[in-house]
C-alpha cells in the first residue's frame, strides 16, 4: 500500500494515500486497484499503473496475469508455479501483450529479486 499512498500523496490526494496506508492487511492490493478502476478517473488510473511499473514491485502485473489468463478456482500462485519455465514464458508473453510499453525481461527480473529476499 506504500506505493499508493506515495502516488495520491504525489496527485495531491493525501488524505487517500493516509486512508489505504492504514487499511488492514486482510484487503488485498490488487482488489483496492481494482476497485480504484471503477473510482477513478481513466487517465489517472491509467498513470497509476504506468507509475507502478517504475515506483512499486511487479505486484500488478503479476496478479493480472493470474486473474486473467489463469483464472484459477483459488487465486493462488506459489514460488514453484514461478519457477515453472513454462509459467515464465507465459508471464512473459502477457506482459508483451497487455503491457507493451513495458520491458518483461525487466518485470521478470524484479520478481527474481523478490523471491530471493
Avoid: C
Avoid at 23 to 47: S, T, W
Avoid at 107 to 112: L, T
Wanted: net charge negative; no cysteine; aromatic share 14%.
Amino acid at each position: 500500500m506504500h506505493y499508493l499512498k506515495t502516488f495520491f500523496d504525489d496527485e495531491g490526494m493525501p488524505h487517500l494515500g493516509n486512508s489505504l496506508a492504514n487499511v488492514e492487511q486482510e484487503v488485498a492490493l490488487y482488489d483496492v486497484i481494482l476497485d480504484l478502476k471503477r473510482a477513478l478517473k481513466p487517465d489517472l488510473y491509467q498513470r497509476l499503473i504506468e507509475h507502478s511499473f517504475l515506483f512499486a514491485p511487479p505486484y500488478y502485473p503479476l496478479n493480472y496475469f493470474i486473474e486473467i489468463p489463469l483464472r484459477p478456482p483459488l487465486r493462488i500462485f506459489t514460488i514453484m508455479d514461478w519457477t515453472n519455465t513454462t509459467t515464465q514464458e507465459r508471464f512473459g508473453e502477457f506482459v508483451r501483450k497487455i503491457f507493451p510499453a513495458q520491458n518483461s525481461s525487466d518485470i521478470m527480473r524484479d520478481i527474481e529479486q523478490w523471491i530471493e529476499r
